[in-house]
Nanobody, 121 residues
């Protein structure tokens, strides 16, 4: 079991920046991928950004060029730097960890409790 704890959300004006942090209870080396998802009221949870154990990253088109995901394995922490925020970025942001558990590729998924980001116009 891996616990994920997010921090860094809050209220910011349009054009502002925030950095989210997600700290894992175990070494991030034990995870095959980590990512950030978001969910606005009435919407499905969607991928924002992910980083795999080899260092490759993937971003939603809506955040490319504005958001950056990074990982500090020494601190067991993954970050999401969010710049040039807009009201459309308002959502609960959730940290996700994945671990491959068998040779067939089955994965175990871990979620954080979420951190609210609100962008005012």
């Amino acid at each position: 079991q891996v616990q994920l704890v997010e921090s860094g959300g809050g209220l910011v004006q349009t054009g502002g920046s925030l950095r989210l942090s997600c700290t894992a209870s175990r070494s991030t080396f034990s995870l095959d991928a980590m990512g950030w998802y978001r969910q606005a009221p009435g919407n499905q949870r969607e991928l924002v950004a992910e980083i795999k154990s080899g260092g490759s990253t993937n971003y939603a088109d809506s955040v490319k060029g504005r958001f950056t995901i990074s990982i500090d394995n020494a601190k067991n922490t993954v970050y999401l730097q969010m710049n040039n925020l807009t009201p459309e970025d308002t959502a609960g942001y959730y940290c996700k960890g994945e671990r491959v558990v068998n040779v067939e590729g089955a994965r175990r998924i871990f979620w954080g409790q979420g951190s609210q980001v609100t962008v005012s116009s």
